[in-house]
């Protein structure tokens, strides 16, 4: 029962979010602060992490290739297939649960314990604009980081096949290209764009409607964290028995 | 003025406020005061709206606050101040953009003015040298006069303050009911403070308004509650020694 009623909280509170809206010239301070902090903040380990696990998806494929007569270049095909599909919109979608979103929580939680939540209403703001609203539109920018995760995953994954010495550059680049479907691509970024929002607006739930000290601020984060993901992973389920099979 | 009447207000099943009615006074400092937990704080936000009471009114100078919308409520905020306990400093904000930060949500005024406007009320509430760092890298006392500056930056008819001296020094303390004080009267502004502390009952206490669990339990100035035979309030008043040994000095006289 009490999730139904959380479930019908959150829309609510999204509805509110669009309403009310503060003056344009706060607004845009907020969201250009808001796309450093969320989006710019998390490149280098989005980089990192999208690099290093391509090499690791391509050196698996290979280590696994042990018949002869599948070619070498399912290498490229099967590095690009699970980047693209599955690692960069969708893995790192939970990592960032783990990062943007902890962040989030914590704090619009602060603020919320701090009472200044109550000041901004105080002095006639719509509290929910005020701190969400930017929050959604710099998660707008988040399929960007993602094509950057998946040319960077694609990228760990040459430089891992190729220099690691399991296919030729040609054997990968062939393998690349192979039956490569377009759609496959606006089935990721339809995704990522999905996964933005929730991750945009499910943590700043936690933290906006938290009570208590500290401590419940971290205790929020936790639970945020752990209800984006099941979010994310059960809208990517759905997403992808509706768009691909 | 502000008056309320028979406000209620309650969560889940546990009733907080049990039917207050009572009024506030222009140009004077109003005191809330009663043991922590008893309601002080859900009171002050229920007037202000931050919590919408299960019934009851608030008449802000004869217009009842939740009988308006949005806009109109808003043309209420505009005019009220509200000091928070904790100060409520926006943490990402310089001492001088939080002081004009009610300037910038409320008025049209050009940067240049606004800063006009702080630095005069960063004058009057005795702010040194701090427009520039950060809530967090000046004292307690410090911010709470932030606070105060933020509340009445935009000449506010109604000021609220929650604890104002909490966790701060004796002397800040009275330094801060002091100035409290000085500008509601200054200003002729309708000052409701929440206390739990018979020095600022002492100092500043023109209407006391006793809450107890909820229940409205009397009603006075400061000379009144040192005489009242109201065992509810003399219970509360005379529960430290300090005042125990004033009163027997006053009764042996
Ligand atoms: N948002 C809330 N939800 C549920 N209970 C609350 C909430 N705010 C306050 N209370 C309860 O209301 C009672 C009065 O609290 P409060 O007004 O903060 O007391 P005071 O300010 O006098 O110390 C307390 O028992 C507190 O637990
Ligand atoms: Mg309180």
């Not at chain 1, 829309?11 to 003056?23: C, G, S, Y």
């Not at chain 1, 943590?203 to 936790?222: D, Q």
């Not at chain 2, 309708?190 to 809450?211: A, P």
Request: proline content about 3%.
């Amino acid at each position: 029962m009490t999730y139904l009623h959380d479930i019908g909280k959150y829309f609510l509170m999204i509805k509110e979010t669009f309403v009310k809206p503060t003056k344009g010239k706060v607004l845009r301070v907020l969201i250009f602060k808001e796309i450093d902090d969320l989006i710019i903040g998390s490149l280098g380990i989005v980089a990192f992490i999208s690099f290093f696990v391509g090499g690791v998806v391509a050196i698996q494929t290979a280590l696994n290739l042990t018949n002869p007569i599948i070619p070498k270049q399912l290498i490229g095909f099967a590095s690009r297939q699970s980047v693209i599909l599955e690692f960069a919109p969708t893995f790192l979608s939970i990592i960032m649960a783990g990062k943007v979103g902890s962040f989030i929580t914590s704090s619009i939680g602060t603020m919320r314990v701090t009472e200044q939540i109550d000041a901004l209403e105080v002095m006639g703001i719509n509290s929910l604009n005020y701190l969400v609203f930017p929050k959604i539109v710099a998660m707008c920018f988040y399929p960007f980081v993602i094509a950057i995760a998946m040319f960077l995953g694609i990228l760990g994954a040459y430089i891992a096949a190729v220099y690691g010495g399991f296919t030729t550059a040609d054997q990968f680049l062939t393998g690349l290209k192979d039956d490569f479907i377009p759609f496959h691509i606006v089935y990721a970024f339809l995704k990522t764009f999905i996964f933005s929002f929730l991750l945009a607006t499910i943590p700043s739930f936690h933290g906006f409607y938290m009570r208590g000290g500290a401590l419940e601020v971290g205790k929020a984060s936790t639970t945020s964290f752990v209800w984006t993901s099941v979010a994310i992973i059960v809208t990517n389920y759905f997403i992808t028995q509706m768009l691909l099979s | 003025m502000i008056e309320v009447r028979d406000l209620k207000k309650g969560f889940g099943d546990v009733e907080v406020l049990k039917g207050l009615t009572t009024s506030f006074d222009k140009g004077k400092t109003n005191l809330i005061i009663g043991q922590s937990g008893s309601g002080k704080t859900v009171f002050i936000k229920s007037m202000l709206g931050l919590f919408r009471p299960d019934s009851g009114k608030i008449l802000y100078d004869g217009i009842c606050y939740s009988d308006l919308d949005f806009e109109d409520q808003r043309a209420i905020r505009e005019k009220i101040g509200m000091v928070f306990q904790g100060s409520a400093l926006f943490d990402s904000m310089t001492v001088e953009e939080n002081i004009m930060f009610p300037l910038q949500m409320f008025t049209k005024m050009k940067k240049g003015e606004m800063r006009e406007r702080a630095n005069i009320v960063i004058d009057r509430v005795n702010l040194e040298n701090a427009n520039h760092k950060l809530p967090s890298e000046i004292s307690g006392g410090m911010q709470k006069r932030v606070a105060i500056a933020r509340a009445i930056v935009n000449n506010p008819k109604y000021l609220f303050c929650d604890e104002p001296n909490s966790g701060l020094d004796p002397h800040t303390a009275t330094v801060i009911d002091n100035l409290i004080q000085e500008i509601t009267e200054e200003f002729n502004i309708t000052t409701i403070i929440n206390t739990h502390d018979m020095n600022s009952v002492m100092e500043i206490g023109e209407k006391i308004v006793f809450l107890k669990e909820g229940h409205l339990a009397w009603e006075g100035d400061k000379t009144q509650i040192f005489k009242t035979d109201n065992e509810e309030v003399t219970n509360f008043v005379y529960s430290s020694n300090l005042f125990k040994m004033v009163r027997k000095a006053q009764n042996s006289q």
